[in-house]
T-cell receptor, first 111, second 108 residues
Framework: NAGVTQTPKFQVLKTGQSMTLQCAQD?????MSWYRQDPGMGLRLIHY???????DQGEVPNGYNVSRSTTEDFPLRLLSAAPSQTSVYFC??????????FGSGTRLTVV | AQRVTQPEKLLSVFKGAPVELKCNYS??????LFWYVQYSRQRLQLLLR??SRESIKGFTADLNKGETSFHLKKPFAQEEDSAMYYC??????????FGTGTSLTVIP
């Protein structure tokens, strides 16, 4: 049981580049979300999805897009990377009554 | 609106001393409260949740609805407890709100 798998683990981007952070879960969880973790600011919700075909914005959605075409996958797209998006990104999934299961994180640096 | 407050960014205690990590929340309904732990450069892991009323790694937390608190406690801190701790609230069973975290250092 792999749980929540995130790829890549590390990434360096140049300002203006785009990329997709992958997230997949094999627990048939209906709820998936993306957080960014920054020092002193804790975890901030970027986007979330309550099921396939349904997504919504969280606290800090600007500069990011998501889609949920399947229950398993919830990719996060950076449209035009900026230094302010340097962060550690965590994907998480849950079902009703369970806590979050987190991925191992993606450490992104934008130069 | 839902809000989770962890007033201490940093907390240091000596090995063997008691430790308490504070968490206060604001929510008008009946929330579910959780504590997550993140060891250095690892993923967040669920430590405990209030509805299970269990003790994990010697940690306990009691939901105090009158004080809207869910403080995490351990009577004797160990070096391996050094980590980042996040308190979280779930209102719908799915969406979670996290505090800003407390970094605990246990001094040998």
């Amino acid at each position: 049981n792999a749980g929540v798998t995130q790829t890549p683990k590390f990434q360096v981007l140049k300002t203006g580049q785009s990329m997709t952070l992958q997230c997949a879960q094999d627990m048939n969880h209906e709820y998936m979300s993306w957080y960014r973790q920054d020092p002193g600011m804790g975890l901030r919700l970027i986007h979330y999805s309550v099921g396939a075909g349904i997504t919504d914005q969280g606290e800090v959605p600007n500069g990011y897009n998501v889609s949920r075409s399947t229950t398993e996958d919830f990719p996060l797209r950076l449209l035009s990377a900026a230094p302010s998006q340097t962060s550690v990104y965590f994907c998480a999934s849950s079902s009703v009554g369970s806590g979050y299961t987190f991925g191992s994180g993606t450490r992104l640096t934008v130069v | 609106a839902q809000r989770v407050t962890q007033p201490e960014k940093l907390l240091s205690v000596f090995k063997g001393a008691p430790v308490e990590l504070k968490c206060n929340y604001s929510y008008s309904g009946s929330p579910e409260l959780f504590w997550y732990v993140q060891y250095s450069r690892q993923r967040l892991q669920l430590l405990l949740r209030h509805i299970s009323r269990e003790s994990i790694k010697g940690f306990t937390a009691d939901l105090n609805k009158g004080e809207t608190s869910f403080h995490l406690k351990k009577p004797f801190a160990q070096e391996e407890d050094s980590a980042m701790y996040y308190c979280a609230l779930s209102s719908t069973g799915n969406q979670f709100y996290f505090g800003t975290g407390t970094s605990l250092t246990v001094i040998p």
